[in-house]
Every structure is written in structure tokens, then in C-alpha cells.
């Protein structure tokens, strides 16, 4: 009786940590986002967070159905730590349900904002691949500043052909200087893909940056409609959901067969002040 009892509880155990890999798997392997522009994007270790308009990057912890956004720090010679806890309330494969735990706003925290957690009763999230805004597109312009460090100050220009127009200028090792290339049917494909998801039409109406970082390149996305409308942004710290977008356009250089040449193609400049960068 004993040996039987013993089997049920390890097959029971067994199912349950099999289920919770599961979850964790289903969890951190998608990124979460919805209309509104909340966003939680789960990437070693860490929770790169947008919440009420309010960026975060934390560590994050996973257990019995909690989620627990947190950050340590040192006073002295002690480690402190800050989390917020959330439940969750419903997770699928294309679905995010999360609740903020109510206790938590008597929470005193130094490091963490704790009220950009907790402005509502719930959280619902899809996953990016399934909130798709298509995006007819004449012509993408991207330009990146430098940093306090190496960030690449660069400029790109794609149109919906895939031609690409490209001009590095610090920090570009070998491709300093003037360049076209073409992107293939596949790699034209992925930046559509990109920027289907990427929330542009939302961004360019509701999103604007309440941070104000020091260390970071300066941004400017220009993305000319098809009917000739114009989205704007202009950040040195973007919206998360933008990441894989910048990340397409910094990395032209090994995407898209590149050539050097002499005349210097005329990209389109922000019409936005703030954070812009003088390309031409």
C-alpha cells in the first residue's frame, strides 16, 4: 500500500513539474503585448517591462501560478530587495491574464515604481505574433546617434522593394561611408513581419518617452505610408516592442549585400525636434 501510495504522489509530482515547465516555457518564450502598449518581454533572467507607460527591466522570479517582478540592491553592507507580485489569473499560447497582488501597494519601495504596476485590476496581453497592424509601407528611414561608448552612428533607408540605402559614420568600423544593397525576398519579408508587430500606427498616436536617460544612442524611425502619411518616433529610450525593429535596421550591414559607393544618398530627416539626429 505503501510502495502504491509512494507511485501516485511521484507520478502526481512528476506531472505537476512537468506542467510547470511547461508554463514557465509558454511564459517567457513569447513576447506579451496589447492596444494600449502594455508589454512584458521575458529575456535572461529578466523582465523588460512597459506598464502604464512606465519602463521597467528587472529580474523576475516564476512560482505557483506567481509572477514576482523584483530588483535588489545594496545599503551598506545588506541586500535589499523590492518586488511586486502579480497572479496569474490565465496563460495560453496566444493569451496573457495577470493580476496585481492588492497588498502591494503598501509596499514602500525606493527602487521600484510601484504605483506604474498597480493602475489596474488586471492585466491582458496577447501574444505580438497574433496583434498584427499591417503596415503599407513607401519607405522606412531609421538614423542612430552615438553613445557614451561605441553605439554605431548610422542611417538607413528601405523601400518596399527592399533597396537599401546606408551611410555609416562613427563608430561603423568597415562600413563608414556610402552604401546601397538590396534585401532578399526572405529578408524583406522578416522587416514586413517586424514591422506588422511592432505597434507603429499606436506608437506614432499614444506613446511618448517619460524618461529622460543620459547614456543611451538617439532613435528617429520615419516610416512614409503608402498614402503618404507620415509615423514619427523619436527616442533615446524606446518602447521595448521597437527592439527587434532597431535591432533589423543596426544590423543592415550583415542582413543585406552591401556595396560601397561614392555619391551620398539624401535620407529623410525627423520633422521632430526632440531627440533628433542630424544625419545629412
Given at each position: 500500500?505503501k510502495k502504491l501510495?509512494?507511485?501516485?504522489?511521484c507520478?502526481?509530482?512528476?506531472?505537476?513539474?512537468?506542467?510547470s515547465?511547461?508554463d514557465f516555457?509558454?511564459?517567457?518564450n513569447?513576447e506579451?503585448?496589447n492596444?494600449?502598449l502594455d508589454?512584458l518581454?521575458f529575456d535572461?533572467g529578466?523582465?523588460?517591462s512597459?506598464?502604464?507607460n512606465?519602463k521597467?527591466r528587472?529580474e523576475f522570479?516564476?512560482?505557483?501560478?506567481?509572477?514576482?517582478f523584483?530588483v535588489n540592491y545594496?545599503v551598506?553592507?545588506?541586500?535589499?530587495t523590492e518586488k511586486i507580485?502579480f497572479?496569474?489569473?490565465q496563460l495560453?499560447k496566444n493569451?496573457?491574464?495577470i493580476v496585481?497582488?492588492i497588498?502591494?501597494t503598501?509596499?514602500?519601495?525606493?527602487?521600484?515604481?510601484a504605483?506604474?504596476?498597480?493602475?489596474k485590476k488586471?492585466?491582458?496581453?496577447?501574444?505580438?505574433g497574433?496583434l498584427?497592424s499591417?503596415?503599407k509601407?513607401k519607405?522606412?528611414?531609421?538614423?542612430?546617434?552615438?553613445?557614451?561608448?561605441?553605439?554605431?552612428?548610422?542611417?538607413?533607408?528601405?523601400?518596399?522593394?527592399g533597396?537599401?540605402y546606408?551611410?555609416?559614420?562613427r563608430?561603423?568600423?568597415k562600413f563608414t561611408g556610402n552604401?546601397?544593397?538590396k534585401?532578399?525576398?526572405?529578408?524583406?519579408y522578416q522587416?514586413?513581419?517586424?514591422l506588422?508587430?511592432?505597434?507603429?500606427?499606436?506608437?506614432?498616436?499614444k506613446?511618448k518617452?517619460?524618461?529622460k536617460?543620459?547614456?543611451?544612442?538617439?532613435?528617429?524611425?520615419?516610416?512614409?505610408?503608402?498614402?503618404?502619411r507620415?509615423?514619427e518616433?523619436?527616442?533615446n529610450?524606446?518602447?521595448?516592442?521597437l527592439?527587434?525593429?532597431?535591432e533589423?535596421?543596426i544590423n543592415?550591414?550583415e542582413v543585406?549585400?552591401?556595396?560601397?559607393i561614392?555619391?551620398k544618398?539624401?535620407?529623410e530627416?525627423?520633422?521632430?525636434?526632440?531627440?533628433?539626429?542630424?544625419?545629412?
Amino acid at each position: 500500500m505503501k510502495k502504491l501510495l509512494l507511485t501516485v504522489l511521484c507520478i502526481a509530482f512528476t506531472s505537476i513539474n512537468a506542467q510547470s515547465k511547461k508554463d514557465f516555457a509558454l511564459l517567457t518564450n513569447a513576447e506579451w503585448v496589447n492596444k494600449n502598449l502594455d508589454y512584458l518581454r521575458f529575456d535572461q533572467g529578466l523582465v523588460i517591462s512597459n506598464l502604464n507607460n512606465t519602463k521597467h527591466r528587472l529580474e523576475f522570479d516564476v512560482k505557483n501560478q506567481k509572477i514576482f517582478f523584483k530588483v535588489n540592491y545594496r545599503v551598506g553592507t545588506r541586500v535589499k530587495t523590492e518586488k511586486i507580485e502579480f497572479r496569474i489569473k490565465q496563460l495560453e499560447k496566444n493569451k496573457l491574464v495577470i493580476v496585481p497582488k492588492i497588498a502591494s501597494t503598501k509596499l514602500k519601495t525606493k527602487k521600484l515604481n510601484a504605483v506604474s504596476f498597480l493602475n489596474k485590476k488586471q492585466y491582458v496581453f496577447y501574444n505580438r505574433g497574433q496583434l498584427i497592424s499591417k503596415i503599407k509601407f513607401k519607405k522606412v528611414t531609421f538614423h542612430a546617434s552615438t553613445c557614451f561608448g561605441t553605439c554605431t552612428s548610422l542611417s538607413v533607408e528601405i523601400d518596399n522593394k527592399g533597396n537599401v540605402y546606408y551611410q555609416g559614420r562613427r563608430y561603423a568600423k568597415k562600413f563608414t561611408g556610402n552604401f546601397i544593397g538590396k534585401l532578399s525576398k526572405s529578408e524583406l519579408y522578416q522587416f514586413r513581419k517586424i514591422l506588422n508587430r511592432s505597434q507603429l500606427r499606436v506608437l506614432d498616436q499614444k506613446w511618448k518617452q517619460k524618461t529622460k536617460p543620459t547614456d543611451s544612442p538617439r532613435y528617429n524611425y520615419i516610416v512614409e505610408l503608402s498614402n503618404g502619411r507620415l509615423l514619427e518616433m523619436n527616442t533615446n529610450d524606446q518602447h521595448p516592442i521597437l527592439d527587434k525593429l532597431s535591432e533589423f535596421l543596426i544590423n543592415i550591414p550583415e542582413v543585406a549585400d552591401l556595396k560601397r559607393i561614392r555619391k551620398k544618398h539624401k535620407f529623410e530627416s525627423s520633422h521632430t525636434e526632440i531627440y533628433r539626429v542630424s544625419a545629412n
